[in-house]
């Protein structure tokens, strides 16, 4: 399930290693080989944004499959990618003549707007799908959407036409070069951090045994677990949105480390997973009670306790294979016949 997660991936790595690449042929100067070297590789690719969001959603929701839909997400970057390769590889007397012509002059103008612009908002799409999410997966995911923000902003003020001239003329052509290394440093340093803990995250996983027991008896789970039950279903607390594990453990007078404990040894769940159960068959019930079918999906995620409507529709899908409107028109006509 998590191969097409991983071809995301690998799409992002080998786009974010052209700029690299271009970088290198420059400071080898193999230029002087040959006139075709000075062939830019997508330094500026549309495809950075979509792949992001692409693996983001795919981690999130490993299940999910493409659809036509998403083949409108390839049209900006093919589009470039045509414009790139038949200027880059056409003969040298067509690449001046295009960079002359009219349309050569206003693609080039525009080029770094449409990645700011593209990339930024592909950016804020997969911060969409990350709020509320709370988990392993979703802090590395958070700090790769944060990492190519890094990349996307020292991009814009390092490489736009609008902003290059005035910095190296306030800090002078030798320390400019200096602030180019750096960039290039940086930009490096992400894009290897995201090679190599998206490797390491592909290997299996072996469960380590758990050693600590925070002083709990198996009989001391097993009655904590019990109680933890009945105060869900007394009380109710996991359709505050606001809740937290913290929140929750204080309840029943326990750490937050012997809660984690209880939940994995005595419910087989983490507090997340634990939470979000109780919170999707309170949606179920709402959504499938004829009385409320005039209430909005949102109003009765919020009284189920879900932060968002984000995270309520991915939630609700992982676990019942249908979206909510889907299983609250399914419910329906099945109450009504």
């Known amino acids: 399930e998590g191969r097409l997660a991983r071809r995301f991936l690998g799409g ?3 786009a974010g290693g052209l700029p690299l690449t271009n970088e290198l042929i420059y400071a080898l100067e193999l230029q002087r080989i040959s006139a075709h070297f000075w062939f ?3 330094v500026y690719t549309y495809s950075l944004g979509p792949l992001v969001y692409f693996f983001t959603r795919q981690r999130l929701t490993p299940s999910r499959r493409l659809v036509k839909g998403d083949l409108w997400h ?5 589009i470039q990618s045509v414009n790139e390769l038949v200027t880059g590889l056409g003969s040298l007397a067509l690449i001046s003549a295009y960079w002359r012509s009219s349309v ?5 103008s525009v080029d770094t707007l449409i990645v700011a612009a593209s990339f930024g908002a592909y950016l804020w799409a997969s911060h969409r799908l990350l709020r509320g999410v709370e988990s392993d997966e979703a802090i590395w995911l958070r700090r790769l959407v944060r990492g190519s923000v890094v990349i996307l902003v020292v991009a814009v003020v390092m490489e736009t036409s609008l902003v290059t001239p005035s910095i190296e003329a306030f800090v002078g052509e030798t320390a400019f070069s200096w602030l180019r290394l750096v960039e290039m440093t940086a930009y490096a340093a992400i894009l290897y951090w995201v090679a190599f803990t998206g490797f390491v995250r592909t290997l299996p996983r072996r469960a380590a045994p758990r050693t600590e027991t925070y002083g709990l ?3 001391d789970v097993a009655t904590h677990a019990a109680r933890l039950r009945q105060l869900t279903a007394d009380g109710a607390p996991h359709l505050d949105p606001q809740l937290t594990l913290g929140a929750l453990a204080d309840q029943l007078g326990l750490s937050e ?3 984690s404990y209880v939940l994995n040894e005595g419910l087989g769940a983490s507090y997340t997973d634990y939470v979000n159960r109780l ?5 179920q019930r709402l959504l499938a009670d004829p009385v409320r079918s005039s209430d909005s999906v949102l109003q009765l995620a919020m009284e189920a306790g879900f932060p968002s409507k984000a995270t309520f529709n991915r939630v609700f899908k992982q676990a019942t294979g249908q979206t909510p409107t889907q299983f609250r028109t399914a419910s329906l006509r099945l109450k009504l016949s």
């Open 40 to 42: 830019n590789p997508l």
């Open 217 to 219: 008896s198996s009989d």
């Open 257 to 259: 480390k012997e809660l």
């Open 279 to 283: 919170r999707v068959e309170e949606a």
């Open 104 to 108: 050569g002059l206003a693609y080039g």
């Open 74 to 78: 390839a049209v900006l970057p093919a």
């Open 12 to 14: 992002f790595l080998v």
